[in-house]
């Protein structure tokens, strides 16, 4: 069997990246800080995917072990020595501190003398994730080390779609993920073309697919949650039984498409992207997944980024010409947003408290164009509670 190293066995891990790996007859090795999952991958050396439809179908994953980074660090090197592609899912924040253990590995494996091309797939909620852990890990590696990443090491985009639900089970490798699901890679940047992965799309050009997902089903779900939180609900599935939070959905998708369109044009035609935004609302309303507002709506901070999910959309439609009413909503309701289980919502009000309004907008959001940091207050202040 073909040997794959995953960093992250979350339910992302397990039920998505996991998945594909071993349909496609790869040995996959789990690298996690969680020790009850790692010990437990190592005990069964398998788990069980169940899909949340009326079928509640069972897929049994084998071939797995996990290693506890934490603890053997040397043991990842050496696993990442030997892999045949590395890939992450362990979100955007953590993939810094995998970068030295990435390095160490590549490192091996130019002393070992491996000319067998690797790639390392960051499979993140984010644009440009494979380049950015290239960044990283690039600053452990000597000058041969890099020559050697030049020859032999890809660091290939991709974009990832699949919704798992927070859950909590007995077994704690069960794991109940959606039906659909969407990988994409660039394989315009892939070293190793001497396979590709059944169920996963190639693209030459990954960036419209990146942005069609993130403005999409990411901005979306996005919505749903801050609307919910705003209105009191507890779950996706409870928000959007009610009108205006389908609406708000519906608006931002018409904004999401209007942007798409003028910048992919190309590779989307609007009746595509009606399509694709009809099922993404019946993703979000599908009645086997309860997926809790907080789960969808954490970390307020991060989702007011420059190149995240609202202001971005909102920097570039603007730019264009275009309305962003709908997007501008929701980020008054992400300042309104208020979990005090969820750190960043905590910090978020306390700087709301103590900070002049406009400085903390240019501070959370990166913009400088006053127009827009005008509006934002505007609608700042309309949600404030």
């Given at each position: 069997m073909k040997k794959a190293v995953h960093f992250?066995?979350?339910?992302?891990?397990?039920?998505?990246?996991?998945?594909?790996?071993?349909?496609?007859?790869?040995?996959?090795?789990?690298?996690?800080?969680?020790?009850?999952?790692?010990d437990e991958l190592n005990a069964r050396h398998g788990y069980t995917i169940e899909l949340a439809n009326d079928a509640h179908e069972k897929i049994e994953i084998s071939a797995v072990s996990g290693i506890n980074n934490a603890k053997n660090p040397d043991e990842v090197v050496n696993a990442v020595a030997q892999a045949d592609v590395v890939t992450t899912a362990i979100g955007p924040n953590i993939l810094p501190f995998i970068a030295e253990l990435i390095a160490k590995g590549i490192q091996k494996r130019r002393t070992d003398n491996v000319d067998a091309p690797l790639d390392v797939i960051a499979c993140e909620n984010m644009i440009g994730g494979s380049e950015f852990l290239h960044?990283?890990?690039?600053?452990?590696?000597?000058?041969?080390?890099?020559?050697?990443?030049?020859?032999?090491?890809?660091?290939?985009n991709a974009a990832v779609d699949r919704i798992v639900p927070g859950q909590h089970h007995d077994d704690v490798?069960?794991?109940?993920?959606?039906?659909?699901?969407?990988?994409?890679?660039d394989e315009s940047q892939l070293k190793n073309t001497t396979f590709k992965l059944d169920g996963v799309h190639y693209a030459t050009d990954l960036e419209p697919f990146i942005e069609r997902k993130l403005f999409s089903v990411n901005s979306g779900h996005a919505t749903v949650a801050y609307n919910s939180a705003y209105k009191g609900y507890k779950t996706i599935l409870e928000g959007?039984?009610?009108?205006?939070?389908l609406a708000a959905l519906k608006a931002v998708q018409v904004e999401t498409?209007?942007?798409?369109?003028?910048?992919?044009?190309?590779?989307?035609?609007?009746e595509d992207l009606k399509a694709y935004h009809e099922t993404i609302i019946s993703r979000f309303a599908n009645p086997q997944i309860i997926d809790d507002v907080t789960r969808v709506a954490r970390t307020p901070i991060r989702k007011l980024g420059y190149d995240e999910r609202f202001i971005r959309p909102?920097?570039?439609?603007?730019?264009?010409?275009?309305?962003?009413e709908a997007h501008l909503d929701v980020v008054g309701k992400i300042f309104a947003y208020n979990d005090p289980e969820d750190a960043q919502s905590v910090e978020l009000q306390e700087k709301l408290?103590?900070?002049n309004l406009t400085e903390l907008i240019k501070e959370l959001t990166g913009l400088s164009d006053e127009k827009l940091l005008g509006e934002i207050e505007e609608v700042v202040k309309k949600y404030a509670k």
């Open positions: 992250g066995a979350g339910n992302i891990g397990r039920g998505f990246i996991g998945e594909i790996l071993n349909k496609n007859d790869f040995e996959v090795t789990f690298v996690d800080v969680n020790e009850a999952i790692i960044e990283k890990v690039d600053a452990f590696l000597s000058g041969e080390d890099k020559n050697y990443v030049s020859a032999f090491v890809g660091f290939p490798l069960y794991v109940v993920v959606e039906p659909f699901h969407e990988w994409v890679i959007l039984q009610h009108e205006e939070i498409r209007s942007l798409l369109l003028a910048k992919w044009g190309s590779y989307f035609t609007e909102i920097r570039e439609l603007s730019e264009r010409g275009l309305t962003y408290a103590s900070k």
